[in-house]
C-alpha cells in the first residue's frame, strides 16, 4: 500500500512560504508615521522648478522648508503628504545645496538638490543635452517610487506561485514512477 505524500508537501510548501514572508518582511510603508523630504528632480537646473514632496507625523499641519537653493518655503497637506513647488533663481551658482524639514514638532529631515546652470552657448554648440524626463518605458508599477510594499507582495505572490508549481510537479513525477518491487 502506498503512503501518499501530499501532507508532507503541503507542510514543505507551508515551512517555504512562511520563510519568504519572514525574507520579505511586513507590506508596510517605506517611511511609515516617518518624518522625510524628497525633491523632484534631484538635480535641477537654475531658473527651473522643482517639487517638494515630505511627510511629517500625520501630515495634518502645514510644515516649513528651508534651503539656500530657494529660501524658506511652506509645505502644505495634500493627498496624504506635504507638497510645495519651488523655483531655483537663475542666478544660482551651480552646486549641492541642503534642503531640510521643519515639521511643527520640532522633527527634521534634510536632502539635497543639486543644481546646474543653463548655459546657452554651450547647447548652441551641441555640448549641452538636456536630460528630459527619460525614455516612456511603463508605468513603473513594481518601482515603487520609495514605498515596495507593493513589489514585495508581488514577489511574495510569485514565490509562493513559483514554490507551489514546483512541488506539485515533483508530486506529480513521483506519481508517475512505476512502484520497484523488491
Not at 25 to 48: D, K, R
Not at 79 to 103: F, Q, R
Not at 133 to 154: E, Q, V
Request: charge should be neutral.
Amino acid at each position: 500500500m502506498r503512503v501518499p505524500r501530499i501532507p508532507v508537501l503541503l507542510r514543505g510548501l507551508a515551512g517555504v512560504a512562511a520563510a519568504a514572508l519572514m525574507i520579505l518582511g511586513p507590506a508596510a510603508p517605506a517611511y511609515a508615521s516617518g518624518v522625510w523630504i524628497q525633491v523632484t528632480p534631484s538635480t535641477v537646473n537654475a531658473g527651473y522648478q522643482a517639487k517638494i514632496k515630505a511627510s511629517c507625523e500625520g501630515n495634518t499641519n502645514d510644515a516649513q522648508v528651508h534651503s539656500k537653493a530657494f529660501g524658506t518655503v511652506v509645505v502644505k497637506p495634500e493627498n496624504g503628504t506635504l507638497t510645495a513647488t519651488v523655483t531655483v533663481p537663475e542666478s544660482l551658482t551651480e552646486g549641492g545645496y541642503d534642503v531640510t524639514l521643519t515639521c511643527p514638532t520640532g522633527s527634521t529631515a534634510t536632502t539635497t538638490v543639486w543644481v546646474l546652470n543653463h548655459d546657452e552657448s554651450a547647447e548652441e554648440e551641441g555640448a549641452y543635452t538636456p536630460s528630459g524626463s527619460g525614455p516612456h518605458t511603463g508605468g513603473g508599477f513594481l518601482a515603487g517610487a520609495g514605498d515596495s510594499a507593493a513589489a514585495r507582495a508581488w514577489l511574495a505572490v510569485g514565490a509562493g506561485a513559483l514554490v507551489a508549481g514546483v512541488a506539485f510537479g515533483v508530486h506529480a513525477l513521483r506519481r508517475r514512477t512505476p512502484a520497484r518491487t523488491r
